[in-house]
């Protein structure tokens, strides 16, 4: 069974992959994105890109330390 602490972080990261997705889809078809009443063009969205990349990145280190601390460290296989 999942812990809550878990459930949330998957969510959270689930959550981050789908808008990814879209911001990624809409970047490469040079779209514009708005942001409280605001167009913002392709390098805008390509830099949220990046910083949800880089959330990403911190969740699935989360997971990568909550799998360890599971299984009694890394390499315990």
Excluded: C, P
Aim: hydrophobic residues 30%.
């Amino acid at each position: 069974m999942f812990s809550k602490e878990f459930e949330e972080n998957d969510k959270k990261m689930t959550n981050n992959i789908e808008e990814l997705k879209q911001l990624i889809e809409t970047a490469e078809n040079d779209g514009f994105t708005v942001i409280d009443g605001k167009e913002y063009g392709s390098a805008h969205i390509w830099r949220e890109v990046a910083e949800i990349a880089l959330e990403l990145a911190n969740e699935q280190e989360w997971f990568d330390r909550d799998y360890e601390r599971e299984n009694g460290g890394a390499g315990n296989e």
